[in-house]
T-cell receptor, first 115, second 116 residues
Framework: EAGVTQSPRYAVLQEGQAVSFWCDPI?????LYWYQQPRDQGPQLLVY????????NSQLPSDRFSAVRPKGTNSTLKIQSAKQGDTATYLC?????????????FGAGTRLSVL | QQKVQQSPESLTVSEGAMASLNCTFS??????FRWYRQHSAKGLEVLVS????GEKEEGRFTAHLNRANLHVSLHIREPQPSDSAVYLC????????????????FGIGTLLSVKP
């Protein structure tokens, strides 16, 4: 069974540039999550979807970050006008059902450096 | 707000010696706890999930949960150099809306190094 696939693996930007991250979850998983993991910190939830609907985006900086999952399968996370503070690894995860009793399976992440 | 703290920040053990990692949390109403492992440049791999007080074993990995003491630990039996990685404790909290409203809170991790 294929795991969670993310691309690109690495991205290097100048401040003010835009970038998009792509995630393909495990087939059949209805719930998809985006986490941000700054260096030497634990992952922090940005947004998660059940099918195509956003369930929680309260930690997503809405002025520069956006996330979509239009068909309830793949998802894209976009940063407009990146800042140095956005430097982190962006992790995508998926699960069958919500986070409470169900295991999240993570992709390898996209490591972003904003210069 | 649930706070998750891990100790030690880093740990070095010799191959074959038991490794013990600790995690404390602030909200005792949580009932889902997981330990993940993160190798450099790789995604998170779930090791053990535990939902009630006591012990849960998955191969060489054993989790102990004591919610009264707000503590969950991970013990690695016969660690090998390939177990060198960051180990993350994750605690699930229930948000305000139904079964879809759970959220994982992670600690910052313990860096484990296993020396041959």
């Amino acid at each position: 069974e294929a795991g969670v696939t993310q691309s690109p693996r690495y991205a290097v930007l100048q401040e003010g540039q835009a970038v998009s991250f792509w995630c393909d979850p495990i087939s059949g998983h209805d719930t998809l999550y985006w986490y941000q993991q700054p260096r030497d910190q634990g992952p922090q939830l940005l947004v998660y979807f059940r099918d195509e609907a956003v369930i929680d985006n309260s930690q997503l900086p809405s002025d520069r970050f956006s996330a979509v999952r239009p068909k309830g399968t793949n998802s894209t996370l976009k940063i407009q006008s990146a800042k140095q503070g956005d430097t982190a690894t962006y992790l995508c995860a998926s699960s069958l059902g919500g986070q409470g009793a169900n295991t999240l399976y993570f992709g390898a992440g996209t490591r972003l450096s904003v210069l | 707000q649930q706070k998750v703290q891990q100790s030690p920040e880093s740990l070095t053990v010799s191959e074959g010696a038991m490794a013990s990692l600790n995690c404390t949390f602030s909200d005792g109403t949580s009932n889902n706890f997981r330990w993940y492992r993160q190798h450099s440049a790789k995604g998170l791999e779930v090791l053990v999930s535990i939902f009630s007080d006591g012990e849960k074993e998955e191969g060489r990995f054993t989790a102990h949960l004591n919610r009264a003491n707000l503590h969950v630990s991970l013990h690695i039996r016969e660690p090998q150099p390939s177990d060198s990685a960051v180990y993350l404790c994750a605690v699930s909290i229930t948000m305000n809306y139904g079964s879809s409203g759970n959220k994982l809170i992670f600690g910052i991790g313990t860096l484990l190094s296993v020396k041959p």
